[in-house]
């Protein structure tokens, strides 16, 4: 079933913005910043191919398999698929078109030669202020949406291939293996390769690392002119794509999921392709590089939007909302790590991240940090809620997802300002150098004397709240907890 959202077109125009983000105590940055240079900025393409796919070349194969007598039956070859391509004319239509998650979508052409492997691709005929083709293998009664869209050919793709009866059978593979082959002896492509002539048939298998850590829920694709199939990294961080290649293919990791995606950029979609291969695929990205930055992002996301956690999710994605755009900006910022503006809210879902030559748990949790913004702004959208409510709950919740993964992870080493690490020290216990967990209050004063508080609790408090003694005085009363006679000498020591 193709699942679509419809949203409301709204036209805005925001006067005045103000962000609610992390400025200036969030800064961490390098002086010098150097782009890996393998498999960075945008893919350049080179000549277009003849596709073997499309449905003209493969009835011209299967004319040359009956005149040498390679097959005698007499066969009426029908479209199992349209290649297409849609320009969304908005951000707002290419969103509601990247809800179809049956389509896997490619903002490239999927018939060219690839000159330089890149992290994203926007077509150079179409300005950059707006969204580049987005290029599709769609079922021949497919039910297009209200998008712009050119039917670009016919195809007959033998894996999509379907009989009445739901399967093929052995001599109808055999057929469709000779056909495909054909083909692209035909069209020119047998050879094009390196070694892909000697390529076995093999289902693409492998891992997604960062680092040497798994990167689980990612999706990976194997693509093979139109035969297009995907799979779904696991907790390990392991795909298997159970579709049957003959010739190689190239390799795709789409950052993405239905609730968001990450952007190389403000509109690029990012993504990592790698060079055509045979047989199984694995990567570990560098430390560092363009396509270790999203990755960072994209765990902090994966996690916050579907491991399990005991606070409320970021803003979904569903018919007043669309999904999250999580835009990575490869280039040091050195008045901001990242930040999350509400005013923008109105125009969609969008956060921003800077500075990638962080540390990786730096990386993951400035991206945690800004998802609660979000999160508390669909939540509780009071729009005069203390800056220090909305930075110190961010702050606490970073904390504790981000040792989740990074159990040594002592969250930020100051308080400034509104970015107070009260949070962690309602969850933590007492201030003593042997029991610290966070670099929340240790001195002599022993101001941090609270413990026990839950991550859960202290959202709660903070939900319809506006002041930082409002916050304060609902964590006393709605919760019991043994150490509650200490919350207003640890609340007022952040003052």
Request: hydrophobic content about 35%.
């Amino acid at each position: 079933m193709i699942s679509k959202f419809v949203r409301p077109a709204i036209m805005v125009m925001v006067i005045l913005v103000i962000t609610l983000s992390c400025q200036q105590d969030d800064v961490e940055v390098t002086d010098s910043l150097t782009k890996n240079q393998t498999h960075s900025g945008m893919i350049k393409l080179g000549k277009k191919l003849d596709n073997p796919h499309i449905l003209n070349n493969m009835r011209k194969a299967y004319q040359n398999l009956i005149s040498s007598g390679k097959v005698s039956e007499e066969i009426n070859l029908e479209a199992t698929d349209l290649y297409v391509r849609f320009l969304p004319k908005s951000h707002v239509e290419l969103e509601s078109l990247q809800d179809d998650t049956t389509v896997i979508f490619f903002d490239h052409p999927l018939d060219y030669e690839f000159l330089e492997y890149g992290t994203y691709y926007h077509d150079p005929t179409i300005p950059d202020t707006l969204p580049t083709w987005q290029y599709g293998v769609v079922p021949v009664h497919y039910k297009f949406p209200n998008v712009h869209y050119e039917l670009l050919d016919s195809a007959f793709v033998p894996n999509n291939y379907e009989t009445e009866e739901g399967r093929v059978s052995s001599f109808e593979a055999d057929f469709l293996d000779q056909l495909e082959e054909e083909s692209f002896v035909l069209t020119g492509n047998w050879e094009r390769e390196e070694n892909a002539k000697n390529c076995p048939d093999f289902r693409p298998s492998g891992y997604i690392r960062v680092n040497g850590r798994a990167i689980q829920g990612v999706e990976v694709v194997a693509t093979n002119f139109l035969d297009n199939k995907d799979d779904l990294t696991n907790a390990s961080g392991y795909y298997y794509i159970d579709e049957k290649f003959k010739r190689s293919v190239k390799m795709h990791v789409k950052w993405q999921r239905y609730e968001f995606h990450v952007k190389d950029g403000w509109l690029s979609e990012a993504q990592y392709i790698d060079k055509e291969e045979c047989g199984n695929w694995s990567v570990d990205f560098d430390d560092q590089s363009e396509s270790a930055f999203h990755a960072h992002i994209f765990r902090a996301a994966y996690h916050y939007y579907y491991k399990s956690i005991t606070i409320r999710r970021p803003p979904e994605n569903g018919f007043w909302n669309e999904r999250m755009q999580l835009r990575a900006y490869y280039e040091n910022n050195d008045e901001s790590n990242g930040n999350h503006n509400a005013a923008r809210r109105i125009l969609g879902n969008w956060i921003k991240i800077y500075n990638p030559y962080r540390t990786e748990e730096a990386i993951y949790s400035t991206t945690i940090h800004e998802l609660n913004h979000a999160s508390l702004w669909k939540h509780s959208k009071e729009t005069n809620k203390e800056d220090k409510l909305r930075e110190s709950l961010a702050r606490g919740v970073e904390w504790v997802l981000t040792r989740e993964e990074y159990p040594g992870y002592l969250g930020r080493e100051r308080s400034t300002g509104e970015y107070t690490l009260v949070v962690c020290d309602l969850i933590d216990g007492p201030a003593t150098t042997a029991t610290r967990i966070n670099f929340g209050f240790i001195d002599v004063n022993a101001v941090d004397d609270v413990s026990g508080y839950t991550l859960r609790q202290v959202e709660d408090a903070i939900m319809g709240e506006t002041s930082w003694n409002g916050w304060r005085d609902n964590l006393k009363s709605k919760f019991n907890n043994v150490t509650e006679g200490e919350v207003d000498k640890l609340f007022n020591a952040y003052n």
